[in-house]
């Protein structure tokens, strides 16, 4: 079933109404679907590069809006919510998520995750529904999700315009991994710097 959908997300990138596709599967993809939309972005710069800026707009705005309806499914819907972390096998992590914070810790390492979750291969919805069943910020969850949803899409956009084929072969091989690297960099350097300033 994953192939299939992969393939069909695929095939929308090409579609007319492409932009349009891309808004939908951002917005689903934050809250229970399982491809990301990177899978659309990619081709979709190929395919007009000068529309980078705008279709990292596009992702970025409605993985945001899926991100916070994913939110509110962990808020009001908890059964529901646990249901679709199960299916990614996250509900001893999530468990163990709300006792830590119940027990007053936990909180910066969820920030961090949160972060990671959004700016990594991670499952993204599964972090925005957990959000929603702690009763997490939402202000913050919402800064959170601004920042590193569109970090991710601005640089798949961005390096994928530069770069075309060799930025796409790429993030066939290596791409887990070295968004993973860089994510952790990143939250090693905001953190030092946070407690520099504090």
């Known amino acids: 079933m994953y192939k299939k959908l992969y393939l069909k997300s695929l095939e929308l990138a090409a579609h007319k109404s492409a932009e349009t596709y891309l808004a939908i599967i951002s917005f689903i993809e934050s809250s229970f679907f399982p491809i990301p939309p990177d899978v659309m972005i990619v081709p979709m710069v190929m395919a007009k590069k000068e529309k980078f800026v705008r279709i990292f707009l596009n992702a970025t705005i409605f993985s945001v809006l899926g991100g916070i ?65 702690i009763g997490f910020n939402i202000l913050i969850f919402v800064f959170i999700c601004l920042i590193s949803r569109g970090l991710r899409f601005f640089l798949v956009s961005f390096l994928t315009y530069k770069f075309g084929e060799y930025f796409v072969s790429f993030i066939e091989k290596k791409g887990a991994l070295w968004s993973t690297i860089f994510g952790f960099i990143i939250i090693i350097l905001s953190l030092s710097i946070y407690f520099l300033i504090k």
């Open 69 to 133: 309806a994913g939110y509110f499914i962990g808020y009001i819907f908890s059964d529901l919510a646990m249901y679709v972390v199960e299916i990614y096998n996250y509900e001893d992590k999530v468990e163990n998520l709300i006792t830590n914070l119940t027990a007053g810790s936990g909180i910066y390492i969820w920030l961090a995750t949160l972060f990671l979750a959004g700016f990594t291969p991670l499952p993204f919805k599964v972090f925005t529904i957990t959000s929603g069943l």
